[in-house]
């Protein structure tokens, strides 16, 4: 059973820029999937942005191309999203998301274990 543990939410202007953690309970990024989704309020949640290192394979929502990036840490077993030129559109919780499949998933239900989530909030 892995677990996810999200951080680094907060409030900021637009323009700014965020980086939010993903902390794993074991070493995860060799054979799982990793994502990132957000669900704003009275919105369904969204793929945001994705990874899968063991086969290379990455893909992100329109949205967020060009402002958003995934990395690791493989030393502290976390996934990074850094956020940069926020617009208030990103204002949402955002989750990350494990899955121990080939290729990448973009629905939720591809994705086996999830974080509690990280509230974001940008203001204009």
């Known amino acids: 059973q892995v677990q996810l543990v999200e951080s680094g939410g907060g409030l900021v202007q637009a323009g700014d820029s965020l980086s939010l953690s993903c902390a794993a309970s074991?070493?995860?990024?060799?054979?799982?999937?990793m994502g990132w989704f957000r669900q704003a309020p009275g919105k369904e949640r969204e793929f945001v942005i994705g990874?899968?290192?063991?086969?290379?394979?990455?893909r992100s929502a329109d949205s967020v191309k060009g402002r958003f990036t995934i990395s690791r840490d493989n030393a502290k077993n976390t996934v990074y999203l850094q956020m940069n030129s926020l617009k208030p559109e990103d204002t949402a919780v955002y989750y990350c998301?494990?899955?121990?499949?080939?290729?990448?998933?973009?629905?939720?239900?591809?994705?086996?274990?999830w974080g509690q989530g990280t509230q974001v909030t940008v203001s204009s």
């Open positions: 990874f899968n290192w063991s086969s290379g394979t990455s």
């Open positions: 998301a494990a899955a121990r499949k080939y290729g990448l998933g973009t629905q939720n239900d591809w994705y086996t274990y």
């Open positions: 074991e070493r995860t990024f060799s054979d799982y999937a």
